[in-house]
C-alpha cells in the first residue's frame, strides 16, 4: 500500500494535544531562552571568571583570552559582554600590537571607554623611540578613563612651568594630557635608561588618588622630600625595582600616611627610615644575591609582620636577622637556587613565632613539588600552617631574527607614517628585537 506524502496533511497521525505543543515550540523566538534574557551585568560577572588567574594547590594558571574569544562568538547576545571584558585589561608586548591597537581604538571610539588597565611593551636599556612613544602617548589620550598604567617613559627634559632654573638633569615626563585619567589607581614607570633623572613633580598632582606605584630602573637625582612634593594620601604599596628610587624617597614615602607594603627588587636600594620607623606590614624582598647589610635593618622592622623573601637571603638569615612580629612567610624557589632539606630546616627552625609559612616556585625548580611531603610534616611538627605551594612556570623564549627576513611590522610601519623611512625601522627594530 503506497501513501502518498504530498497529499498527507501534516500532523495528520497528531493528537489534539501533540499539535498544541508543537505549536508553542515553533512559536518561540530565541529571546525567549532563559539564558538570553539574562542583564548584560549577570552576563559581565560569569565571564569575567574566564579571565582571570586560576591558582590551585598545584598550579598558577595564568589567564588565557582564547576562551573568552569563543564565549564571544557563540551569539550576538553574548558578543558585547565579552568584548567589554576583552578589552578591560590590554597587554602590548610588541610594536605590531601597538599599531594594531591604535587603529582599533581610532576606527571604533566606542571602545575606548572599555579600557581600564593598560600596559605598554618596555625593553630595559633600549631607549624608546619618538614615533613609539608618540604612539604610546596617542593611545593613553585616545582612551577615556584608565584604572591601571603600565608605560615606558624617555628621559626628557622639563621645560614646563614646574622645572627648576638651576635643574639641569632630565626629568622623567608622564605622556598623559593635563586633567586625563585623574581616577588613576595603580601607576608603573619603566625608566630604560640609568642616567639620574629628577621626580615628576606632576605625578602627585595629576594623579592624587594613586593606591599603588612602581618605579623600574629609575634613578633619582635628589632626595624627595615631603615639604617640596605633595604626598599621596591614599598609597598603600610601592615597588622598586633596581635604582635607587625607593631610598631617595625615603622622607616622603614615610610621610604617605597608609602606606603598608613594600616590594624590592633586583637589588633596589631599601628605604631604610621607612623600613625602622614607619607603618610597613609586608616586606618583599627579591634579591638575586644575599646583601649582607640586610641583617643591619631588617631586625629593626618592628611592624612587619609578613614578610616575602628569596631563598638567596632566607638561607643566609639567622633567627635574629628576622622582624621580631614576623608571622607569616613567604620564600621563592627560583630556578637557579640548589636547595638543600638540611639547610631548609635548619632556617625554618630558627622561626619559633611563625605562624603560616608558603613556597612560591618560580621556573622550572622542582625541589619543593619532590620534597613536599616533607616539608609538609615539618610544618605540622612546628605548628605552623603551610600554604599550598605556589607553582609558576615559565619558559624564556628568546626572540631571534634573521638578517635577510622584514619582520611583518615594517609595512604596518609604512602604512603608519605615509612613507618608506628607513631610520624608523631601524630604531624600531632594535628596540623591537631588545629583550623584553
Known amino acids: 500500500m503506497r501513501f502518498n506524502l504530498k497529499s498527507r496533511p501534516l500532523g495528520a497521525h497528531r493528537t489534539p494535544k501533540q499539535l498544541q505543543e508543537a505549536s508553542s515550540t515553533a512559536q518561540k523566538t530565541p529571546e525567549e531562552c532563559p539564558i538570553l534574557r539574562l542583564p548584560n551585568e549577570i552576563l559581565l ?3 569575567r571568571y574566564l579571565h582571570q588567574n586560576i591558582i590551585t594547590p598545584k598550579h598558577i594558571h595564568l589567564s588565557s583570552r582564547s576562551d573568552l574569544l569563543r564565549v564571544s562568538l557563540v551569539c550576538k547576545a553574548w558578543n558585547h559582554p565579552a568584548t567589554c571584558i576583552h578589552y578591560e585589561s590590554i597587554q602590548l608586548r610588541t610594536v605590531k600590537g601597538t599599531f594594531l591597537f591604535h587603529h582599533t581604538l581610532q576606527k571604533y571610539p566606542h571602545m575606548r571607554k572599555m579600557v581600564k588597565d593598560l600596559t605598554f611593551p618596555a625593553r630595559p636599556g ?11 602617548s596617542g593611545i593613553v589620550n585616545l582612551v577615556d578613563s584608565l584604572d591601571s598604567l603600565t608605560i615606558t617613559c624617555p628621559l626628557a627634559k622639563d621645560t614646563g612651568p ?6 639641569v638633569s632630565p626629568r622623567l615626563i608622564i605622556p598623559i594630557a593635563e586633567g586625563r585619567h585623574s581616577d588613576l589607581k595603580i601607576l608603573a614607570i619603566i625608566a630604560n635608561e640609568n642616567t639620574p633623572v629628577a621626580f615628576p613633580s606632576t605625578l602627585t598632582t595629576s ?18 622630600t615631603a615639604n617640596g612634593i605633595p604626598i599621596l594620601r591614599e598609597l598603600r604599596d610601592f615597588s622598586s625595582t633596581a635604582g635607587n628610587a625607593a631610598n631617595r624617597m625615603d622622607e616622603w614615602l614615610l ?18 627610615e621607612l623600613l625602622t620607623k614607619g607603618n610597613i606590614h609586608c616586606l618583599t624582598l627579591a634579591y638575586p644575591t644575599f646583601d649582607p647589610a640586610i641583617n643591619s635593618w631588617l631586625p629593626n622592622c618592628t611592624s612587619m609582620d609578613g614578610l616575602i623573601i628569596s631563598w638567596s637571603i632566607f638561607s643566609k638569615l639567622d633567627a635574629a636577622s628576622f622582624p621580631p612580629s614576623l608571622r607569616y612567610l613567604w620564600v621563592g624557589i627560583y630556578s637557579h637556587d640548589q636547595v ?8 625554618l627552625n630558627s622561626q619559633s613565632k611563625l605562624k603560616s609559612f608558603g613556597i612560591l616556585v618560580k621556573g622550572t625548580n622542582s625541589w619543593a613539588i619532590e620534597n613536599e611531603v616533607s616539608i609538609r610534616a615539618l610544618c605540622m611538627k612546628l605548628g605552623v600552617r603551610m600554604y599550598p605551594l605556589a607553582i609558576n612556570s ?12 622584514k619582520p ?15 631610520t624608523y625601522d631601524k630604531d624600531i627594530l632594535s628596540w623591537e628585537m631588545g629583550k623584553s
Open 45 to 47: 560577572r560569569i565571564f
Open 126 to 136: 633600549v631607549r624608546c623611540p619618538e614615533k613609539l612613544m608618540s604612539l604610546f
Open 162 to 167: 614646574n622645572a627648576a632654573a638651576a635643574d
Open 207 to 224: 594623579f592624587s588618588r594613586l593606591t599603588k606605584l612602581s618605579m623600574a630602573g629609575v634613578f633619582l637625582s635628589k632626595p624627595l
Open 255 to 272: 610621610a604617605c600616611p597608609r602606606l603598608q607594603t613594600l616590594a624590592l627588587f633586583q637589588g633596589a636600594q631599601a628605604p631604610l
Open 340 to 347: 638543600s632539606f638540611d639547610e631548609f630546616k635548619t632556617a
Open 394 to 405: 615559565y619558559c624564556d623564549n628568546k626572540r631571534t631574527i634573521s638578517k635577510t627576513s
Open 408 to 422: 611583518s611590522f615594517i609595512p604596518t610601519l609604512s602604512r603608519v607614517f605615509n612613507k618608506r623611512s628607513s
